[in-house]
């Protein structure tokens, strides 16, 4: 199971780099608004470091938004979903391995890119550190729940509207608790409860979510 998992998740990243358009326009969103933020509002330093991983993280969430909203099409139109749900190997591994392939080509390049960000923006190392992990933990159910919810509109031609509507109430909790941990690491106060209660989002969300992921497509492709 571990080389079939390894392989589709080898496969998925070939693809994912071939479509060069799939990652790196997350990618290229994302440093715009962190960089167009000072212009919106002022250069002031001190507002910027309070202010600055907020926005990270609201980019962070649109980019997430942006670049699951065609994954599973493509496999849709040339019968790949159709070859996976047939396949003997567990569905729910074959969508886990393509989740990761997913979360590693479009999540992990804007986490890489959070430090020379927060440097830009003068934040101190801690507080680079601490929004970096909460990224770490938070990105998975962005991409998760996302995929989830591309999933529910498979059959739909126009599904944008819907599919925004669909994963930004879902999300918004991941968004507050991401942000709060990060604040509170400002203000000199603990941050172990919302890491904690992030961290077990995450852990129920990489649980739960790819066999819900697998049973609905196996839903829409029939």
Same mark, same amino acid.
């Given at each position: 199971m571990l080389k079939t998992f390894w392989f589709v998740f080898y496969m998925e990243m070939l693809l994912l780099f071939r479509r060069s358009q799939e990652w790196l326009y997350p990618l290229g969103f994302f440093v715009m608004v962190v960089c167009l933020f000072p212009l919106a509002f002022t250069p002031d330093v001190l507002f910027l470091q309070k202010y600055v991983p907020g926005c990270i993280w609201i980019a962070a969430l649109l980019a997430s938004l942006l670049s699951v909203s065609h994954l599973f099409f493509s496999d849709l139109e040339d019968n790949?979903?159709?070859?996976? !749900?047939?396949?003997?190997?567990?569905?729910?591994?074959?969508?886990?391995?393509?989740?990761?392939?997913?979360? !590693?080509?479009t999540e992990l390049p804007l986490i890489v890119l959070t430090p020379l960000l927060g440097l830009l923006f003068q934040l101190s190392l801690m507080n680079i550190g601490v929004l970096c992990l909460s990224l770490l933990l938070g990105t998975p159910i962005l991409t998760l729940v996302g995929s989830l919810c591309v999933t529910l509109t498979l059959g739909l031609r126009q599904q944008g509207v819907l599919l925004g509507l669909l994963i930004l109430?879902? @999300?918004?909790? !991941?968004? %507050?608790?991401? @942000?709060? %941990? @990060?604040?509170q690491a400002q203000a000199g106060f603990s941050i172990a409860g919302p890491l904690a209660f992030l961290a077990g989002l995450c852990v129920l969300a990489m649980t739960l979510l790819p066999w819900a992921i697998a049973s609905t497509v196996k839903v829409g492709v029939d």
């Open positions: 790949c979903l159709d070859q996976l !749900v047939l396949s003997d190997t567990s569905l729910t591994l074959l969508m886990s391995a393509k989740l990761c392939a997913q979360w !590693v080509a109430p879902l @999300v918004t909790p !991941v968004l %507050i608790f991401g @942000v709060m %941990i @990060v604040q």
